[in-house]
């Protein structure tokens, strides 16, 4: 079973790329995304990371808190979106 992370306070810098190689080392990453800005396409400061669970409890435990670029991230399990009518 996979887990959805949330990863916040992200560099404005950080693309997919270095969002997937920061959780490489805990586990295969399935998908990472950085979301961007509608209009101006510059991150959002945030994304997100889907990892099987085992390895995504390890990821958390060990980034939560830690730094990336100057800034102090936030990772923890993404809440499922409401189902919008």
Do not use: C, H
Request: avoid cysteine.
């Amino acid at each position: 079973m996979s887990v959805s992370m949330y990863v916040g306070n992200l560099p404005f810098s950080t693309d997919q790329y270095a969002l997937q190689a920061l959780f490489e080392p805990y586990g295969e990453v399935i998908s990472a995304r950085v979301m961007s800005d509608r209009e101006t396409g510059r991150s959002r400061g945030f994304g997100f990371v889907e990892m099987e669970a085992e390895p995504a409890k390890a990821a958390m435990a060990a980034l939560d808190g830690s730094d990336m670029g100057g800034r102090k991230l936030r990772v923890n399990e993404a809440e499922k979106r409401p189902q919008r009518f």
